[in-house]
């Protein structure tokens, strides 16, 4: 039986592996710089920090450690923002993996998980905004040069998260009891196929319903919401089974482009280890 550690490490894989996902590395697709084979060592390199969080060591050293060994591979940032999401999952698994439960786990967060969280961008270069003027001591980009002022302010990594929203989808989740990963693991369950192919899909659909934050960060609004609309009408269409080479053309044109949609990646391998855990997708 596969422990919440496990199903997590498969979900980073699964996530990976599944494609066509627009603008993503999948396993038939890499990015310039980073490549298929980046994300399979990283998946390696985070088990340390998983298993830290499934024995219920607190969120900020989990995360942090994962971080570490996520960035022990050549490709940089490779599942920093799924990492974020999958780390208080397992630690709610370790009780029940309820939105309930992963809400008391978010709320429990202190100062110093949020000191590790900016101990984690020691390790690796993670794309991000601009903070306005008043919040440049505790620019994100600064790392562990940041935790004083993150220490005189008394920020929990729940006060972080609240503060990025909603400029960041993957810190609404904890905001809002990770509603997108449910809802992924539900749509999951009810497709057919293996759990590549489900992902894919998952990966569209929720692509559809509203523009990616970090193609927004990167590339403006309009262009997230024009890939959100292009995405919108294959799924209409039901592309990937009516007419996948449609799907495949978008994220040849994604990839080229250098649009990356990778906050949609971190809630599909999200939804992913709800399915595993649950056993509504077996491998």
């Not at 699964?14 to 603008?23: D, F, I, R, S, Y």
């Not at 970090?214 to 007419?243: I, K």
């Amino acid at each position: 039986m596969r422990t919440p550690a496990d199903n997590a490490q498969l979900a980073l894989l699964l996530e990976v592996a599944g494609t066509p996902k627009p603008g993503n590395v999948d396993r038939h697709r890499d990015l310039e710089d980073l490549w298929f084979d980046h994300f399979l060592a990283s998946s390696v390199g985070v088990r340390e920090g998983l298993e830290l969080a499934e024995r219920g060591e607190p969120v900020g050293t989990a995360f942090e450690r994962a971080v570490e060994g996520m960035a022990a591979q050549g490709g940089g940032n490779t599942q920093f923002g799924a990492l974020l999401l999958l780390v208080p999952l397992v630690r709610a698994a370790r009780d029940d993996l309820s939105q309930a439960t992963l809400e008391t786990v978010c709320e429990d967060t202190t100062v110093a998980d949020a000191a590790d969280f900016y101990r984690a961008f020691d390790h690796v270069d993670v794309f991000v905004d601009e903070p306005p003027a008043e919040l440049e001591p505790l620019d994100v980009r600064r790392g562990s040069d940041a935790i004083p002022a993150l220490e005189d302010r008394g920020l929990t990594l729940l006060d972080l998260m609240s503060r990025s929203v909603p400029g960041d989808d993957v810190a609404r989740e904890w905001v809002e009891g990770f509603e997108r990963t449910f809802t992924a693991a539900e749509r999951l369950a009810d497709a057919d196929g293996p759990p590549t192919d489900r992902a894919a899909r998952v990966f569209l659909s929720l692509l559809a319903e509203r523009p990616d934050t970090l193609v927004a960060t990167r590339s403006g609004e309009s262009v997230a919401q024009d890939v959100t609309d292009r995405a919108a009408e294959l799924v209409a269409r039901d592309a990937l089974e009516t007419n996948r080479d449609a799907v495949e053309a978008f994220a040849d044109d994604l990839v080229d482009r250098g649009i990356n949609p990778g906050t949609t990646a971190d809630l599909t391998a999200a939804g992913l280890f709800v399915a595993l855990e649950r056993e509504v997708v077996t491998v």
